[in-house]
């Protein structure tokens, strides 16, 4: 089982940056790739990012490449989500989840096993 917890999540400006962290709880983390995904009001759950525990893998959805990074510190358990230039279309619940590890990184939602509670970002205009 792996056991995630979202924090970060706040109000912020437009153009601003924010950086959500991901503690993560599991018997073998390296058997699961970490991602994050978002849901925005009226609108589905959607992949934002993701990476292996390596660290020598990510992938982004077209939407925030060039502006979000995805990280991670093995030795603390935590991936991170560092956003910038926000808009208010990046304002959602973002979720951190855990995927079973295999060849590529999972991109659909409905490929995460695990989830955290979400924590909500406000992009304000």
């Known amino acids: 089982q792996v056991q995630l917890v979202e924090s970060g999540g706040r109000l912020v400006q437009v153009g601003g940056s924010l950086r959500l962290s991901c503690v993560a709880s599991?018997?073998?983390?390296?058997?699961?790739?970490m991602g994050w995904l978002r849901q925005a009001p009226g609108k589905e759950r959607e992949f934002v990012a993701a990476?292996?525990?390596?660290?020598?893998?990510?992938h982004y959805a077209d939407s925030v490449k060039g502006r979000f990074t995805i990280s991670r510190d093995i030795l603390k358990n935590t991936v991170y989500l560092q956003m910038s230039d926000l808009t208010p279309e990046d304002t959602a619940v973002y979720y951190c989840?855990?995927?079973?590890?295999?060849?590529?990184?999972?991109?659909?939602?409905?490929?995460?096993?695990?989830w955290g509670q979400g924590t909500q970002v406000t992009v304000s205009s």
């Open positions: 989840a855990a995927a079973l590890s295999y060849s590529g990184l999972p991109v659909f939602v409905k490929m995460y096993n695990y």
């Open positions: 599991a018997r073998t983390l390296g058997s699961y790739v």
């Open positions: 990476i292996n525990w390596s660290g020598d893998s990510t």
